[in-house]
Structures are given as structure tokens and as C-alpha cells.
């Protein structure tokens, strides 16, 4: 079974603070995502990857950057916490076929911002 | 704008019975389509994808894609109460990102 797993259940952190949520997959997959998740809004594309040190924003990157120095780790770095980026993140991989088959997601990071 | 809309109810059935979920598409250029499960507090968990128009059946879930109507449902035949939860539909569009509908809750009354 794939693995994605996100650093952090839970976090708190302070209004200003520089964020780190840290995504590993141990699969060997090519494509990398990272989404936040709203009520009322699902899911949303932050930032994406389809390889190493490349990145594409996706529909929301604004606050935000992110970092994909090895294949199996991408970083999704908020430079200055603010409170409306209170969600859950969610990180997701796929194979290289562009993700044909489907994203595997990890548990999540519930973030909440002070 | 690319949009996935769904009813996000609650759809409440009885257990045993047929759910039907829904879900219609903006872009004509998508290929491919999946259903995810989402547990409250959990994260999505892919259920079925599907490519070509018909259907497409994995044990209890039958998938349905008509293209030309651009309509997407999910059937869950003998519905459980552990198939409560949040269903998404996800669509893949023409430049390969995955955008998703907002979700239909169900509940599976026992």
C-alpha cells in the first residue's frame, strides 16, 4: 500500500509564524499535491508537483510556497501565518501517468492559526 | 472557471437500500473521473475511478459516466451504516489536476 504521511495531526501556531508541513510518500511516485479543505468549499489545489525541484501553482497560492528538494518529500511552507489559513491540509501523491488512477492522500494536518 | 457540483444533502437511506449519488462537470476536455469516501475527521480514500462512458461495477459501488450529459453517479447497492460518510467527486481535467465537488453526505439509517 502506498504511504503518505504528513508530519503533524495537529498544530497550532502563532499569527506571523513562518509554517512547515512536511509530506513523505514511500512509493516512488512522481506527482505531488497539496490541497487545503474547507466547509462548504472541499477541496482545493494549493500547489502541485510532477517532479523533483518543479512546482506549479494550483488555484489558491497565494500565502503560500513550497519545496521539493528529494522525489518523496514536498514541503508546503506559509511564510506568515495569517488566521483565514485555519483548514486542513491535506497532501496527496499519484503514479506518473498524471495521476490516471487516481491521488492517494495523507491523513492530514488540522492547522490552526492564532 | 472548472466546477464538480454535488448536492451536499444529507441523502438518508435505509439499511439495504440503493444510495445514489451524483455529481455533473464543467469541462468537456476531462477523461478521467473518481469517487472518493471521506470519514469525518479522516482523510479521502479513493473508491473507484472511471474512464469510459457506461458503468462500472466493484462489489457493492457502481460507478456511471455519461460524457455527453457530462454526469457522473455513484450507486451503493445493500447500503450499510458504516457507509455513512462524505462522498466527493473528483474530476480529472484537461491539464491532468484533479478538481473536486464539495461532497454529498449520506447517512445509512439502521
Known amino acids: 500500500d502506498v504511504k503518505v504521511t504528513q508530519s503533524s495531526r495537529y498544530l497550532v501556531k502563532r499569527t506571523g509564524e513562518k509554517v512547515f508541513l512536511e509530506c513523505v510518500q514511500d512509493m516512488d511516485h512522481e506527482n505531488m499535491f497539496w490541497y487545503r479543505q474547507d466547509p462548504g468549499l472541499g477541496l482545493r489545489l494549493i500547489y502541485f508537483?510532477?517532479?523533483?525541484?518543479?512546482?506549479e501553482k494550483g488555484d489558491i497560492p497565494e500565502g503560500y510556497s513550497v519545496s521539493r528538494e528529494k522525489k518523496e518529500r514536498f514541503s508546503l511552507i506559509l511564510e506568515s501565518a495569517s488566521t483565514n489559513q485555519t483548514s486542513m491540509y491535506l497532501c496527496a501523491s499519484s503514479l506518473g501517468d498524471r495521476g490516471r488512477k487516481g491521488y492517494t492522500f495523507g491523513s492530514g494536518t488540522r492547522l490552526t492559526v492564532v | 472557471q472548472k466546477e464538480v457540483e454535488q448536492n451536499s444533502g444529507p441523502l438518508s437511506v435505509p439499511e439495504g437500500a440503493i444510495a445514489s449519488l451524483n455529481c455533473t462537470y464543467s469541462?468537456?476536455?476531462?477523461?478521467?473521473f473518481f469517487w472518493y469516501r471521506q470519514y469525518s475527521g479522516k482523510s479521502p480514500e479513493l473508491i473507484m475511478f472511471i474512464y469510459s462512458n457506461g458503468d462500472k461495477e466493484d462489489g457493492r459501488f457502481t460507478a456511471q459516466l455519461n460524457k455527453a450529459s457530462q454526469y457522473v453517479s455513484l450507486l451503493i447497492r445493500d447500503s450499510q451504516p458504516s457507509d455513512s460518510a462524505t462522498y466527493l467527486c473528483a474530476v480529472m481535467d484537461s491539464s491532468y489536476k484533479l478538481i473536486f465537488g464539495s461532497g454529498t453526505r449520506l447517512l445509512v439509517r439502521p
Open positions: 469541462d468537456r476536455g476531462s477523461q478521467s
Open positions: 508537483s510532477y517532479d523533483v525541484k518543479m512546482k
